[in-house]
């Protein structure tokens, strides 16, 4: 053994030495790994999962959102839809009630024009019948001083 530990230029404390380091690399070798590797290991683990699940969640979250922001649009398209049915109608009903304002307007003052064109009616006449009876009473006068302008040369 002598040979071996001159080839490698050791010495008998030197193997002591070595298999008592080894001892004590694998002793810290192993609480390490137990004290630190392993949390770290399930640290990053954790963290993974934490990841993958936020990951998930963030999808059900944006479809969820997709969802509700159609059903928003949908919802939104109907009540546009109801607001211009309600408009229409009162456009409809507005006409509807002009109509029948400008059709009574329009009798009464077709009364209005027939009993003003009526009342000119009379009035002419009556005034046409004036005119005759001046006319008649002015002729008259006339022939009367003609005949006085004759009769008394």
């Known amino acids: 053994m002598k040979e071996i530990l001159k080839n490698f230029d050791l010495v008998p ?22 004290k630190v590797i392993e949390p770290f290991a399930a640290l990053v683990a954790a963290r993974e999962q934490a990841t993958i699940g936020a990951d998930e969640t ?29 408009k229409f109608d009162s456009v409809a009903q507005a006409k509807a009630a002009a109509a029948k304002v400008v059709g009574e307007s329009e009798a009464k003052a077709q009364e209005v024009t027939k ?12 005034l046409r019948q004036q005119a005759l009876r001046e006319t008649d009473s002015l002729a008259q006068a006339m022939a009367d001083k003609a005949k006085s302008a004759f009769a008394v040369q």
């Open 58 to 86: 963030a999808g059900d979250l944006r479809r969820k959102s997709i969802s509700l922001t159609e059903q928003y649009e949908n919802r939104l398209t109907e009540e546009r839809v109801k607001a211009l049915r309600i």
């Open 115 to 126: 009993a003003a064109r009526a009342e000119t009616g009379r009035q002419l006449h009556t």
């Open 13 to 34: 404390a030197d193997v002591v030495m070595i298999v008592v380091g080894a001892l004590f690399f694998v002793l810290f070798w192993k609480t390490f790994g137990k």
